[in-house]
């Protein structure tokens, strides 16, 4: 079983709709949880932390449940900029505290 | 805002040569990574770094792979002997702690092409 599995997408999307990326982890010792953007050939940046209360940033939402090892981001009002691939990424757990892992990516394309 | 940056931004070198990444991490950041991204695969870890010395390493990082801070500022990853496999993206992070809080903030990845 992958470690950090996500849909790879791509998710081809009007400007104004709703989307929703799903992911699903391995090592249930994980602590950390994100969602990091990738842009073509540019380095991760993230994007927003994932709490298990869930949280929301603007237009972004992003959800936790431990129990089924699962974190979702669903963004709103999608814009061109939006446009990227999507990063689920939780730390190693006990097998490795400040190691990230990542997921493969899902890809959005925002369209006009 | 402070950024991780990182030199050169494309290297080029033949199989068997040694190459040495640069990063300046960000200032007061006490924790310094290198990761991976091979041509349309995922972001790999390679390796951790506190106070001097390593904390943690993946399977990637083999004896052709090391890593120093030469000073107080550099963090710096060496392939001794480059293999073709070595092709890839090449990311420097830092972070301030290594609490479940402390984001990892990456540089803008040096693009590794071993001919």
């Known amino acids: 079983r992958k470690e950090v599995e996500q849909d790879p997408g791509p998710f081809n999307v009007p400007e104004g709709a709703t989307v929703a990326f799903n992911c699903t982890y391995s090592?249930?010792?994980?602590?950390?949880f994100f969602w990091y953007r990738q842009d073509c050939r540019k380095e991760p940046k993230l994007l927003m932390s994932?709490?298990?209360s869930g949280n929301e940033d603007g237009r972004f939402t992003a959800q936790l449940n431990r129990a089924s090892q699962y974190i979702s981001l669903l963004i709103r009002d999608s814009k061109l900029s939006d446009s990227a691939t999507y990063l689920c990424?939780?730390?190693?757990?006990?097998?490795?505290?400040?190691?990230?892992?990542f997921g493969a990516g899902t890809r959005l394309a925002v369209h006009p | 805002e402070p950024e991780v940056t990182q030199t050169p931004s494309h290297q080029v070198t033949q199989m068997g040569q040694e190459v040495i990444l640069r990063c300046v991490p960000i200032?007061?950041?006490?924790?310094f990574y290198w990761y991976r991204q091979i041509l349309g695969q995922k972001v790999e870890f390679l390796v951790s770094?506190?106070?001097?010395?390593?904390?943690?390493k993946s399977e990637i990082f083999d004896d052709q792979f090391s890593v120093e801070r030469p000073d107080g500022s550099n963090f710096t990853l060496k392939i001794r002997s480059t293999k073709l496999e070595d092709s890839a993206m090449y990311f420097c992070?830092?972070?301030?702690?290594?609490?479940?809080?402390?984001?990892?903030?990456f540089g803008p990845g040096t693009r590794l092409t071993v001919l």
């Open positions: 992070a830092s972070s301030e702690g290594r609490g479940v809080a402390d984001t990892q903030y």
């Open positions: 090592n249930s010792a994980s602590q950390s």
């Open positions: 994932v709490y298990s």
């Open positions: 990424v939780v730390n190693g757990g006990s097998g490795g505290y400040n190691k990230l892992i």
């Open positions: 200032s007061n950041h006490l924790y």
């Open positions: 770094f506190y106070n001097n010395e390593i904390s943690e």
